[in-house]
């Protein structure tokens, strides 16, 4: 069920597969990084995408790394969903990673490969944008490092040429009180309506939203409805969807205005729950 | 001996379960080419330009067609479809041209190559658009093409393909004598078989003339009469073969792939051409299940029994007829569900849109045309205030009584519905349909509905059974039902066990059919192969016994009335001990002496449905079926009334099934039709798009019931009535565990939420907005 015939290369360190890379889109090749290869894949077979090469990054061994280090959690870019679940490092990524799509597919799809995605859901970004990480990204200079938040603006922000090769965060995180919750049209595995990821430090909740608009998003206004504490918990879930800057989408899986209406009722949910031991 | 009554397992069984069953595209044979279609990105556009030249450069290219190589137009009841678009395309997702190629990624590649000018058309996106007055003529010429199978009868100048009429009782009709009128619209989008294996044919054209097939059809020799048909062959000199079907649910008895792959495969030169349809093909390009919005007008005295019904059903056909004219017969036929109703006017139109045309479905229109019937009746209750159950206890149809087309209703042709309902009330512990709160928001609630069906099939529909036995005296069966899923061969060989009194491991069934060797069943669908195919295997079991006692008499020198037959024995009646047995008889008797006489036992059977005739045109009567099944289902909903999320807790069937040949299949068909039917109430649909696009030809965007989404508990009971010309009085049953699952479903929703669920799908959202959604 293929299209075109594809060129496959499998680097071993991060330059050379930048070089690679280099050199097949100078050729005229539209090469591509695979990770996952889902989403390349399944992309193809529908037209939307013409790749003339790949270059898999998977053989590169920071890609692949997957532990936590003294006081850090470090997951490759290339470690996939169910795998990251299944190791259970950080609680919150697990809870967010186990929902993105079916098992099958779950082995396949990769971190890297998930918040670099063209769709729009990128649910396995949510908890990185509640936290302070680093990320680690593929030059042609070889690895260099920038804050999370630099990198990501509701999509990745990298050269053509660049890659994500892991993701860093402190062990701490994986301490705080978290909730994720993914709402479907009606299924349990299917895209988000919405799905929301939502921490609680000392006194602020944090929510990171995906599905709702055309990119995940957080917004600072939004936690501070949400952490309005001498409100009940309905008016500030409420209010929180009242302040959200985006437009929400309808399409096949639901209208705007219900996804509204089940941002609103998950929000409420959410607090509770964050709140609920005190 | 008794095999009959038992849990025989099935057949196929082993192999399925292992992987080891081999599908029609399992087995390649290297040297085949592969055939691609391009299909149509419009959903009404006319075709101004369709250059193959790049598509030819690709190299492995044989040959690229187009609707100009195709002059010809096709269809089971009216011919009404080429096989490749002619100058227009009608569907988003329809074959415009066709790629044959060395392999499958060639073809494809070059199939995305051709480039193609369109002038796109307004499209005809509803029922509603195709019959305003001045829509766009999907056909313009419809009354100019042949009529295949009669009746159909096509309206010029509109996009009505067909218009079936049921007038029955007073033309003065009983309304002023109702004390209570209901009205009731219910509206149900097209839907698709989404069977695991998708639709595949190959087609090799040998030099001596014989035409080879192998495909994935419910319906093997009307493949071979269609092929015959259209390319002036002899029926003989098509050959095709179906192995088992990977999942039918009726979209593999229409014809489309079979005329493709013979195509590409004439067009180089006779060569093997396999067609394969991805998972979107299958969606978008081969028919999907008729789409239907229904008005019901009821009528009925306050003590509950209903005098009048008018009702109108409009079936969204899409852009070719296909079966639809049969379907909208089987729906006229049953319009009032298992009810007795004196007066009745119905209207069903095959309505032309511009959507994936549409062909048979798991219970050919039954499912849909239930959902109507039994919202209408469940409004009639609430207007009577009447207990549901109770309404449907009064009215339902009996013995004595007749069809809405007059059909005489007999102790043996309809199964006793009263009883059925009975047993659900026990069932699932029915409480009216109150609604229980379990929690917060957390209420439960019951629904229920029944449903009727009968075959609907050709008056002349045949079926056949061969036995040949082997020299150690187990048989062969050879039927010409295709094995599709509900373990048709498995029950086969039930019946000829128990006819012969051997064990049902000495009988080995033909698992494939192939048209030059296997006598000929009509099509595997209807659910009538218990019936018909059991039909044939009992005559072929009477010849059998009667050659088997002929040469055992000799060898007993006595006389065959002497004799019986048990065990793999033949043996006289007051002596059993003296006896030949099979392997003494089944290739002929050899004397002591070694002299030999008669031959290899080969006996045969067959059948075909008597005094079924075709409808009349203005009023409908006729008699359409030799039998009706009729059953009752519920369902126990869980409803969160804050977030309109809801779960089936338990999901119940009872049906009358005449008398239950296989226990163990005959629960595992019913629950696996159920499954199917609370996947069309929750969550099933095709959707367009404002510009008719095909929009969820994919199964992330089509959703169906996955696995940990079923129901908590399935309880499936049934009544035996038998239908004493039937095997063993066996009623139909593979299809009907699907028909009333989502009216059930509905039923409750509505009593939940104080809502008319009308309009499935029912997901949360449409939940939330019939209950007054933003307003709210
Ligand atoms: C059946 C199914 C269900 C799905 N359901 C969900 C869901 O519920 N929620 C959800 O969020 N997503 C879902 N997805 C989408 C999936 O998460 C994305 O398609 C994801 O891109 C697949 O990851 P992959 O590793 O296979 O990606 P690949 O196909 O390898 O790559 C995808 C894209 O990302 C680029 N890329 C890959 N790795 C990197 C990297 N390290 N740095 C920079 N660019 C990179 C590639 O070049 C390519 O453009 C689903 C996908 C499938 C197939």
Redesign the interface.
């Known amino acids: ?5 594809m060129a496959y290369y499998r680097p071993s360190t991060v330059t050379e597969a930048v070089t690679t890379f280099r050199q097949l889109r100078q050729d005229g090749h539209h090469p591509a990084y695979w990770s996952g290869g889902t989403e390349i894949l399944t992309r193809r ?3 939307e995408i013409y790749p003339g090469a790949v270059v898999d990054i998977k053989g590169i061994p920071e890609v692949g790394q997957h532990a936590v280090h003294g006081r850090d959690m470090i997951f490759g870019a290339g470690i996939s969903l169910w795998e990251i679940a299944r190791a259970d490092y950080w609680p919150l990524l697990t809870a967010t990673a186990d929902r993105v799509a ?1 098992h099958t597919s779950r082995v396949q799809i990769t971190l890297g490969g998930n918040i670099a995605s063209h769709l729009p859901y990128r649910e396995a970004v949510l908890p990185w944008m509640l936290v302070d990480a680093t990320a680690w990204v593929g030059t042609i200079k070889g690895i260099q490092t920038r804050p999370f938040c630099k990198l990501f603006d509701g999509r990745l922000v990298l050269a053509d040429d660049e890659f994500l090769v892991a993701l860093q965060v402190s062990r701490d995180v994986a301490s705080f009180p978290y909730t994720s919750r993914k709402m479907t ?7 988000p309506l919405v799905s929301i990821s939502a921490t609680k430090d000392v006194h602020t909740i944090h929510a990171a939203f995906s599905g709702y608009a055309l990119e995940p998003f957080r917004d600072d206004a939004i936690d501070r409805v949400l952490s309005e504490e001498d409100l009940p918990y309905a008016v500030r879930a409420e209010r929180a969807v009242a302040a959200i800057p985006r437009k929400a989408i309808s399409d ?1 899986h ?2 705007a ?2 996804r509204k ?2 941002t609103q ?1 998950t929000l409420a949910s959410i607090i509770e729950v964050l709140e609920g031991g005190q | 001996m008794k095999v009959i009554g038992c849990s025989i397992p099935r057949k196929d069984a082993r192999d399925k379960v292992t992987g080891r069953a081999k599908y029609n595209h399992d087995i390649t044979v290297g040297g085949t080419l592969y055939a691609v279609p391009r299909l149509a990105e419009y959903a009404h556009a006319a075709i101004k330009n369709i250059r193959t030249v790049a598509a030819l450069k690709v190299e492995g290219v044989r040959a690229v067609l187009t609707g100009q190589d195709t002059p010809f137009l096709v269809g089971e009841v009216l011919e009404d479809r080429p096989p490749l678009a002619h100058g227009r395309v009608l569907y988003w997702g329809e074959p415009v041209a066709l790629v044959v190629a060395d392999s ?2 060639k073809a ?2 070059a199939a ?1 190559l051709i480039d193609i000018d369109y002038e796109p058309l307004p499209v005809v996106n509803s029922i509603d658009e195709a019959l305003k007055p001045n829509a766009p003529l999907i056909h313009p010429d419809v009354d100019r093409y042949t009529i295949l199978n009669h009746p159909v009868y096509p309206k010029s100048h509109t996009n009505i393909a067909d218009h079936v009429h049921v007038r029955k009782g007073p033309t003065d009709p009983l309304w002023p004598q109702c004390d209570v009128v209901i009205e009731s619209r219910s509206v149900l989008p097209q839907i698709d078989h989404m069977a695991m294996e998708t639709r595949s044919a190959t087609v090799e054209i040998l030099p001596g003339g014989r035409v080879l097939v192998h495909s994935t059809t419910q319906a093997p020799f009307a493949v071979q009469k269609m092929l015959a048909h259209y390319f002036q062959l002899d029926q003989g000199q098509v050959v095709v073969m179906a192995p088992l079907v990977g999942g039918a649910f009726g979209g593999k008895a229409a014809v489309q792939l079979e005329i493709l792959a013979y195509l590409a495969s004439r067009a180089v030169g006779g060569q093997m051409v396999s067609v394969v349809n ?1 998972r ?1 093909q299958d969606f978008a390009m081969s028919p999907v299940g008729t789409g239907l919005d229904a008005h019901f007008r009821l009528g009925a005295r306050d003590d509950g029994k209903i005098l009048a019904a008018e009702i109108t059903y409009r079936l969204d056909i899409g852009a070719y007829t296909d079966s639809a004219p049969r379907i909208a017969r089987a729906i006229a036929a049953q319009c009032t569900g298992p009810y007795a109703v004196d007066n009745v006017k119905c209207d069903v139109l095959c309505v032309y849109t511009n959507h994936t045309y549409t062909t048979a479905f798991r219970g050919f229109g039954h499912m849909p045309m239930t959902f109507a019937i039994e919202r209408a009746i469940e409004k009639l209750a609430d207007a009577l205030k009447m207990d549901s159950l109770a309404l449907r206890l009064m009215n339902a149809i009996r013995p004595g009584q007749s069809s809405p087309t007059k059909a005489r209703l007999t102790a043996s042709n309809v199964g006793d519905l009263p009883k059925a309902l009975n047993a659900m009330a026990k069932l699932i512990e029915w409480n009216g349909g109150k609604v229980m709160k379990v929690g917060p928001h957390l209420i439960r609630v019951q629904g229920i509905a029944s449903f009727w069906k009968t075959s609907s099939s050709p008056p002349d529909a045949v079926s056949g059974a061969v036995i040949t036995m082997n020299k150690d005296g187990t048989v062969n069966l050879s039927i010409g039902a295709v094995e599709c899923g509900p373990g048709t061969k498995t029950t086969a060989a039930q019946i000829l066990a128990e006819k012969l009194q051997m064990p049902v491991d000495r009988v080995f069934v033909h698992l494939d059919v192939n048209t030059e060797v296997d006598p000929e069943h009509w099509k595997t669908v209807a659910s009538l192969s218990t019936y018909m195919v059991g039909k044939a295997v009992e005559e072929a079991c009477k010849d059998l016994i009667r050659q088997l006692k002929n040469l055992a008499a000799i060898a007993l020198k006595c006389s065959p009335s002497d004799l019986a037959v048990a065990g793999e024995k033949v043996f006289l009646r007051d002596d059993p001990q003296v006896m030949v047995r099979f392997s003494d008889i089944a290739h002929g008797y050899r004397f002591p002496e070694g002299d030999t006489i008669g031959g290899q036992r080969i006996a045969r059977g067959s059948f075909v449905i008597r005094h079924l005739n075709l409808l009349d045109e203005e009023t409908g009567e006729g008699r359409p079926g030799p039998g009706w099944t009729v059953g009752v289902q519920g369902v126990l909903l869980e409803v969160n009334t ?2 309109f999320d809801y779960r089936v807790v338990k999901a119940a069937s009872v049906i009358d099934a005449g008398k239950v040949l296989n226990p163990q299949g005959a629960k595992s068909v019913v629950m696996g039709g159920m499954c199917q039917g609370l996947s069309y109430a ?2 099933e649909s095709v ?1 367009y798009g404002s510009d008719g696009t095909f ?2 030809r994919q199964m ?2 089509y ?1 169906t019931v ?1 696995m ?2 079923q129901p908590e508990q399935y309880l499936v009971e049934f009544v035996e009535t038998p239908q004493i010309d039937a095997p063993f009085g066996a009623r139909p049953l593979g299809e009907h565990g699907v028909l009333a699952m989502p009216a059930a479903v509905a039923n409750a929703l509505s009593r939940a939420l104080g809502i008319e669920a009308n309009q499935p799908p029912f ?3 449409s939940l ?2 019939l209950a007054g ?2 307003k709210a």
């Open positions: 069920m293929m299209t075109p015939l077979r529908l037209h079916d049209r009606r299924d349990w595995v299917n895209y096949i639901g209208s205005a219900y209406f089940v009722y | 499958e990624e494809r590649l995305s991805s979107e804050e977030t929750t969550r959707v929009l969820n992330r965007s959703r996955r940990g989404e997901v949360p959202e939330w907005a959604g933003e």
